[in-house]
């Protein structure tokens, strides 16, 4: 990540702005404009992010203000993600399996749930899940006036207070 942009989990180059990197066990990562924002993962497959005003809202992140899903591949997105902005301005993240059952099988989407008897148990079609291991949600959030970088900035612009 840099100053002026970040490139997400599936190589794409996107403005930077405040990013939260959600994994899979509800661990994070954010970067120095997010900072103070914190994750946890209720159960499987859902996720709150905290200490934020709902997505950033300068649209640089496309139609959905913020969320980068990871893809396969062939660019097909492998999970779908329902999301809701709360009264408080946290964002409740829950993502579901996505099989794309209209390509023929060898391009499927199969990730195995759970191994039974040697046997691979798939995870079926908007089936509740986490974030797949070794992929992550990149979220673009919109921090309050009294975050860490924006007291920074602040500060910056202020210069500091001498007392004569």
């Not at 859902?46 to 203000?65: F, T």
């Not at 993240?93 to 989407?109: C, Y």
């Amino acid at each position: 990540m840099t100053a002026n942009y970040y490139v997400d989990g599936n190589g794409f180059v996107k403005k930077a702005s405040p990013i939260i990197k959600i994994f899979s066990n509800g661990s994070f990562e954010t970067n120095d404009e997010s900072e103070g924002a914190t994750v946890q993962r209720i159960e499987t497959g859902k996720y709150l992010i905290n200490g934020v005003l709902g997505y950033n809202p300068d649209g640089a992140w496309g139609i959905h203000n913020g969320v980068s899903v990871p893809k396969n591949s062939n660019g097909l997105e492998i999970i779908y993600i329902k999301d809701k902005v709360l009264s408080d301005g946290s964002i409740e993240i829950q993502t579901f399996h996505r099989q794309h059952t209209n390509l023929p099988e060898d391009f499927q989407n199969w990730r195995v749930k759970e191994i039974i008897d040697e046997k691979p148990i798939y995870y079926n079609d908007s089936e509740q899940c986490n974030i797949p291991p070794s992929t992550w949600l990149d979220i673009s959030v919109e921090m309050p006036a009294d975050s860490i970088w924006n007291q920074q900035q602040a500060q910056k612009r202020i210069g500091p207070i001498t007392v004569a």
